[in-house]
């Protein structure tokens, strides 16, 4: 199917659905109404640009013909002249506009996310630069605005983490840190080397869409819940009663738990929700393997044993492997400040791998 098949067969289901909403009937079933509003309006944008490039095109064609027409008035040419490279120099932009637009929607992309972070190998230091990790989503999502819950941490009593897990709410949550999940590494001398040796460590980063109940719908049958007391930092205890929960998805084994609060119900609350997520991401994991085989140009896997970034520190520099690109402003991507030119780099990337294949 060529574009312009494409671009009518766009036009013909906005047509389509617009007449249905507008007629009887539909609103009898509420939940097919709400499925064809919300088609309609991601279908809007789409229209609106293919209708603006049509319009382009034809203009073009009117100012060829007339700068080209030998009986027209030399002045009429000439404007018609201007015209014409002035809306050809417009042409790609609009004609890019319409293909981003026409790329398939993840439809995950403007769901909340769940942020989960895991000291790697490097011991002490894995786990301080872990809990900088964390600290540099935090103050991201800060800058944009959206809500920052933790929802569990287990930390080394040291300043570092070995696991930590968060939820993050706001626009388009997913859509901008997606791109986030791998391997990061850190090269920097740790404050306890002595000798000013340059130390190797990571952590990895899961990025998850979170789900709803409507999404992943769990069979209390499926799952194991033990309770016991919840222990801190060395030890200690950080209250007097069995309030953390750890839940087992025994179909497929996986395990969450939660100690932060000292409500029980909010702990199983909590771990649910992180397991509903990891759930909802396997399933997404499983149906996107074929087409994520097919893709020559991936931008990444989202595979947490994939290595992404590198952050070195003693060269002031911040590497992301998959585009190649190098920031020398360390200080402002761990504030989260500059990470945004990481992100929008690797989006366009995605996107122009995207549209390579449907070229």
């Not at 659905?17 to 009937?25: I, K, Q, T, Y």
């Not at 939820?167 to 920097?188: D, M, P």
């Not at 947490?304 to 402002?332: A, C, M, W």
């Amino acid at each position: 199917m060529n574009l312009d098949q494409t671009f009518d067969r766009v036009l013909s289901r906005h047509a389509e659905l617009s007449a249905l909403l507008a007629g009887e009937g539909v609103t009898n079933d509420a939940q097919n109404f709400v499925r064809m509003s919300k088609e309609l309006a991601e279908l809007e944008p789409v229209v609106a640009g293919i209708k603006t490039l049509r319009q382009l095109l034809s203009e073009m064609d009117e100012a060829a013909q007339l700068k080209d027409d030998p009986t027209a008035d030399a002045d009429m040419r000439g404007l018609a002249e201007e015209e014409y490279y002035a809306l050809k120099e417009r042409l790609p932009g609009v004609e890019r506009g319409v293909q981003l637009a026409l790329l398939p929607k993840d439809e995950a992309d403007e769901k909340n996310a769940i942020l989960e972070v895991r000291a790697g190998t490097g011991g002490d230091e894995a786990a301080l630069f872990a809990a900088q990790l964390f600290r540099m989503y935090e103050r991201y999502a800060v800058l944009h605005g959206w809500r920052f819950e933790v929802l569990e941490v287990n930390d080394t009593g040291l300043g570092g983490y070995k696991e930590a897990v968060a939820a993050i709410t706001g626009r388009n949550v997913f859509a901008r840190l997606k791109f986030e999940s791998g391997a990061h590494r850190v090269q920097r001398v740790p404050v306890t080397e002595a000798g000013g040796r340059i130390h190797t460590s990571a952590a990895t980063v899961a990025v998850l869409p979170e789900a709803e109940e409507v999404d992943i719908q769990i069979d209390e049958r499926d799952l194991r819940i033990d309770v016991f007391r919840s222990q801190g930092s060395g030890g200690q205890s950080v209250n007097t009663t069995d309030s953390a929960v750890r839940v087992v998805h025994l179909p497929t084994n996986l395990v969450v738990q939660c100690q932060d609060e000292k409500s029980q119900h909010k702990n199983k609350a909590k771990a649910l929700k992180i397991l509903r997520a990891r759930l909802y991401e396997r399933e997404r994991q499983i149906k996107d393997a074929e087409r994520a085989a097919n893709r020559k140009n991936q931008v990444g896997s989202g595979d947490r044993s994939e290595r992404i970034r590198t952050y070195n520190f003693p060269q002031g520099r911040v590497t992301d492997h998959r585009i190649n690109l190098t920031l020398y402003k360390i200080d402002k991507v761990m504030e989260g400040e500059a990470l945004d030119e990481l992100i929008e780099a690797l989006i366009a990337a995605d996107q122009a791998a995207r549209l390579a294949e449907i070229e």
